[in-house]
């Protein structure tokens, strides 16, 4: 079989010439200032434009115009835009789709003079963001899932913490369902969803991928063990057997105390406050690992500069500008966002929080996944497999072996272009 390759370069080439020429006109005004375009996600789309107008006062030269994009068409969309050479000058994106907007050749790296932008910043986050040791990408936000907890039944069995070992979680969670009653559980795994497993399977030495990360490698002991220890929680009816789309509210039933224990990411917590009754005492922890504190995948969001730019001096100063500590301190208070900078972390806003201290931990003990293209699709086969293993159809080895065959096929065109040299 012949595989057509196209020259990289040359199609690089004509597309950022092409957009050049299409943008140069459209992005500057008749009065000499710049327009930027801005485009964002969600939550962040809806309230970045609060902080814009001290960018533009700073830079009165430079106007910024955001687009709002929904995350369920968001990744779609700047494909989309790259193949019909309409990306904007400055995006949003999410820190798993790096990796493949950098093998694309869509964004810019990080000009020198920006360096002290990598500064103060998760060492995970940032490592998700390198591509061939390269910078590619500046963090805005970051977040991570954690445990968050019925603190108020934990100390009715005895517990005033979660206890941080996979063997004393469960023997607390055995206790807490012993309170609750019959029919209910103790911590909700949706089975559609990946984010747990995936935090399990980060607690072991070895890496998901193997061999220049052409092919799985989730049947190491690590892994297995993992998801033994997930299939563990739903064999002893410690877990519901429930994807997410059956769980009408997750609050309601937090309170209420179907499950007591849930994964989630600091969006959880303006939820958790303004739904949950005052008497509803709950907490965050730190995810419990094989023999300690545990491991998670860094999440969020980063700022890109595309190469099609023509503004590239202005978008940078507008990089800067959202990746400011005090700037972010700012962000954090209107959307709940956790700040990259570290330092942004010392603010009373984010330091007085309690419910936002275990994330600091956790995000320093966060590991960075994989750098494929592939992995977001690597990882839906990983869960399907998963939710087949808990069903009984496979044991925790057989499952490793049948995420390995799907994770092998998804990277063959990569595993082919790297044996030739290609990659």
Not at 155 to 168: E, F, I, K
Not at 272 to 296: C, D, H, I, Q, Y
Not at 409 to 421: A, F, H, Q, T, V
């Amino acid at each position: 079989m012949s595989l057509w390759r196209p020259d990289r370069r040359a199609t690089l080439g004509l597309l950022a010439g092409t957009a050049a020429a299409g943008l140069a006109g459209c992005g500057r005004r008749d009065d000499g200032s710049v327009r930027l375009r801005f485009w964002a996600m969600g939550n962040e789309a809806t309230n970045v434009p609060q902080i814009l107008p001290e960018f533009e006062r700073l830079n009165p030269g430079i106007k910024v115009e955001v687009q709002a994009l929904p995350w369920t068409a968001a990744h779609q969309k700047l494909l989309t835009a790259y193949a019909g050479s309409s990306l904007p000058d400055v995006s949003q994106v999410g820190n798993t789709w790096v990796s493949e907007m950098a093998a694309i050749g869509a964004i810019s790296p990080l000009p020198a003079e920006a360096s002290d932008l990598l500064k103060d910043q998760f060492p995970a986050v940032l490592e998700t963001n390198r591509i061939d040791g390269q910078p590619v990408a500046t963090p805005w936000y970051v977040d991570t899932r954690l445990i968050f907890y019925r603190a108020d039944l934990l100390q009715q069995v005895g517990y005033d913490a979660l206890p941080q070992t996979w063997a004393g979680w469960k023997q607390a969670m055995h206790a807490v369902k012993r309170v609750v009653g019959q029919g209910n559980y103790a911590v909700l795994l949706p089975l559609n969803e990946f984010e747990q497993l995936l935090t399990f399977g980060l607690q072991g030495d070895e890496p998901l991928l193997k061999d220049q990360d052409t092919r799985g490698n989730f049947s190491s002991p690590s892994f297995i063990a993992a998801l033994a220890f997930y299939k563990s929680l739903f064999d002893e009816g410690l877990a519901p057997v429930a994807s997410a789309a059956q769980i009408s509210n997750v609050w309601t039933e937090f309170e209420r105390g179907w499950f007591s224990f849930y994964f989630s990411g600091p969006w959880t917590i303006g939820d958790f406050r303004n739904r949950l009754k005052p008497e509803t005492r709950w907490m965050t922890s730190g995810v419990p690992g094989p023999k300690g504190p545990g491991a998670s995948a860094p999440g969020g969001s980063s700022l890109v500069v595309y190469r099609t730019s023509p503004h590239q001096e202005a978008a940078w100063k507008l990089v800067r500008f959202l990746s400011d500590p005090g700037v972010q301190a700012r962000f954090n208070a209107i959307t709940g966002n956790l700040p990259a900078r570290q330092s942004a972390w010392a603010t009373p806003t984010v330091a007085d929080d309690p419910y936002i201290a275990a994330f600091k931990g956790q995000l320093s003990r966060a590991r960075a996944v994989p750098k494929v293209p592939e992995w977001e699709r690597i990882v839906t086969e990983m869960q399907i497999v998963a939710e087949r293993m808990v069903r009984g159809e496979y044991t925790p080895q057989t499952a490793a072996a049948e995420i390995d065959r799907r994770a092998d096929r998804l990277l063959e065109k990569r595993r082919w272009m790297i044996e030739r040299g290609r990659a």
